[in-house]
């Protein structure tokens, strides 16, 4: 990324300010104010538009996409952005995608269905080089990858796709993740996304039901292992920072109930979502 001196020096306050820090303080400045840039190049790319709009001007955008904000990202040609959005530069087809085995495991969905997951493999390391514990790191590496097939309400979608399969505490993080990133909680230096101002309006307030889990959550015994997965969430997208997904395969071993039928094929709860997920392109 080239770094225009000028430019940098106005983004941090200008010349005055800058000399009333130390080295340390100006070494920490310059990287945000370089993550930010890496954030709006990516959020371009995505299909960002050029400047926050409000809810008014988000909700008149719906007849004018070819595809709903929602959609999980297995169903659009190239995924989907969180703009709603198909992603820039891909094709306009749909592209065959590789049988899943007999017996499918975890491992074969992220590879398979959930690639390239760039996004939980990013928060589930953050959280692993942190040193939180390992129920904690699976939760991260699990919390958005309902999206595949469906965005709205992630965080309850993603919770009953793994229900069967973790422990009560690592669904629980998953599913209330999602409410608890629109709430700060300075305790944590969790502050609330600028990334949401793009996606959902600069005067957005969430909905009943976002507040309503908001409160029960705050109160329960395991509202840190949710808020941790918020922590953790990554809001940009670093594309020289990769993770393997292999780093995780001992963790996945002991957390994860992986059934011997494979997923989808045990008559679980949640079997028919895995099987959606493996054949998005059955008619019925």
């Known amino acids: ?16 300010a800058l000399s009333d820090m130390d080295p340390e303080a100006r070494a920490e400045a310059l990287e945000d104010h370089l993550s ?31 595809i709903r904000r929602g959609i999980g990202t297995l169903f659009a040609s190239g995924g989907t952005s969180p703009f709603g959005n198909r992603v820039p530069e891909e ?37 692993l080089t942190s040193g939180y514990p390992e129920e904690i790191v699976l939760a991260c590496l699990l919390h958005d990858v309902a999206q595949t097939l469906m965005k709205a309400d992630h965080g309850w979608w993603g919770a009953q796709l793994f229900e069967p399969y973790v422990s009560e505490q690592v669904a629980f993080a998953i599913r209330y993740h999602q409410a608890l990133r629109f709430y700060p909680d300075p305790s944590v230096g969790y502050e609330y996304p600028r990334l949401y101002n793009v996606i959902f309006g600069t005067d957005y307030v969430p909905p009943p039901h976002i507040e309503a889990a908001y409160k029960y959550c705050r109160d329960h015994k395991w509202y840190m292992a949710a808020r941790l997965v918020t922590v953790n969430d990554l809001y940009s997208f670093d594309p020289n920072h990769k993770v393997d997904l292999e780093k995780f395969t001992d963790i996945i071993g002991r957390h994860f109930r992986q059934p011997k039928e494979g997923l989808g094929q045990d008559n679980s709860a949640s079997a028919h979502m895995w099987r959606t997920i493996a054949n998005p392109d059955a008619p019925l």
């Open 36 to 66: 930010r840039q890496l954030d709006n190049a990516v959020f371009l790319r995505m299909g960002a538009p050029a400047r926050p709009m409000t809810v008014g001007e988000l909700d008149a955008q719906i007849d004018q996409r070819p």
């Open 1 to 16: 990324m080239e770094i225009e001196q000028d430019s940098v020096i106005l983004a941090l306050g200008g010349s005055d």
């Open 91 to 127: 094709p306009a087809n749909v592209s065959r995608l590789t049988p899943m085995p007999q017996r499918p495991t975890l491992l074969d969905f992220f590879r398979l269905r959930f690639a390239p997951a760039t996004h939980v493999l990013q928060s589930a390391d953050k959280a």
